[in-house]
Nanobody, 128 residues
Framework: QVQLVESGGGLVQAGGSLRLFCAASGRTFRTNAMSWFRQAPGKEREFVAAIDWSGGSTYYADSVKGRFTISRDNAKNAKNTVYLQMNSLKPEDTAVYFC??????????????????WGQGTQVTVSS
């Protein structure tokens, strides 16, 4: 059974930083694109960042560009597969953050339908 498990969420003041982690089990994603999405209360899930299979190409939503950095670890024994470093956090970044992995795509994409595996999410709350 394929599982993606997020961690690292929490409560932080505006201007602060958090680092999210995503651990994959049940299959390897070393040759597949991975991404982060988020969903705020009362809003639809939205794309945050994506990374290609090699880690050499990344793609960001305009709202987080310059503040968030996605990266990945393709080492065979890596505990975590993908990370999201979030700096200069704003109250509007408050949401549940989801890790997603594609079973088909190698290159970074912002379309939720390109991702086949999803985690349960981790809550990020930014206070003003």
């Amino acid at each position: 059974q394929v599982q993606l498990v997020e961690s690292g969420g929490g409560l932080v003041q505006a201007g602060g930083s958090l680092r999210l982690f995503c651990a994959a089990s049940g299959r390897t994603f070393r040759t597949n694109a991975m991404s982060w999405f988020r969903q705020a209360p009362g809003k639809e899930r939205e794309f945050v960042a994506a990374i290609d299979w090699s880690g050499g190409s990344t793609y960001y939503a305009d709202s987080v560009k310059g503040r968030f950095t996605i990266s990945r670890d393709n080492a065979k024994n890596a505990k975590n597969t993908v990370y999201l470093q979030m700096n200069s956090l704003k109250p509007e970044d408050t949401a549940v953050y989801f890790c997603a992995g594609s079973g088909r795509k190698h290159y970074a994409t912002g379309r939720s339908t390109d991702y086949d595996y999803w985690g349960q999410g981790t809550q990020v709350t930014v206070s003003s």
